[in-house]
């Protein structure tokens, strides 16, 4: 097991369940050994709400999440976070942003598209909404929701002057 706190080069999962670095997908560090135990339990305290919000039931679940940190030309291209072997138990998506103030970087956003549906057949989607990575904010959605990170621009280049986000899942255990 790796030290917590070292970032590595972030991973994506492909539908065939290869988990490997792409940076023409997603370009960022992650660290998947971090805790955040006080982070979980205030998601535990609202998320009956957001629960009820988004049409999702998740009665006795657990989390899965890492930190992850976006610098200078950093992204992640549209995708959604289900599908692939070790991801089908996820029912609830979020994002806690949490950076330097003021902030250093600009772009970052989340940007989640709306579902298109025509005929009863899913396609694909061409309208969103785009949520800025605001310091202490967090952002609750489906994981079947097609998403992105924006390109973030960094002029300092400087690790601690970046986006950092910590990614998670609520997943039914069930399963």
Request: with cysteine.
């Given at each position: 097991m790796r030290e917590p706190g070292r970032f590595i080069e972030s991973k994506?999962?492909?539908?065939n369940g290869s988990i490997e670095t792409d940076r023409s997908i997603r370009r960022s560090t992650s660290d998947i050994e971090f805790?955040?135990?006080?982070?979980?339990a205030a998601i535990d305290d609202v998320r009956h709400t957001v629960e009820s919000i988004l049409g999702?039931?998740?009665p006795a679940g657990t989390f899965e999440y890492e930190l992850a940190s976006h610098g200078d030309g950093d992204f992640f291209a549209a995708h959604?976070?289900?599908g692939a072997p070790?991801?089908?138990s996820r029912v609830l998506t979020f994002v806690y942003y949490l950076h330097r103030t003021p902030k250093k970087f600009t772009g970052g956003q989340l940007r989640i598209y709306d579902v298109a549906v025509s005929a009863g057949q899913t396609s694909y989607p061409t309208s969103y909404r785009d949520f800025e990575p605001d310091n202490d904010s967090i952002v609750f959605f489906r994981p079947t929701a097609f998403h992105e990170v924006r390109r973030i621009a960094c002029?300092?280049?400087?690790?601690?002057?970046g986006r950092f986000a910590i990614n998670g899942w609520l997943c039914r255990t069930d399963i």
């Open positions: 994506v999962i492909h539908d805790s955040a135990p006080e982070l979980v999702v039931s998740c959604h976070d289900v070790g991801t089908n002029p300092s280049g400087q690790v601690g002057d």
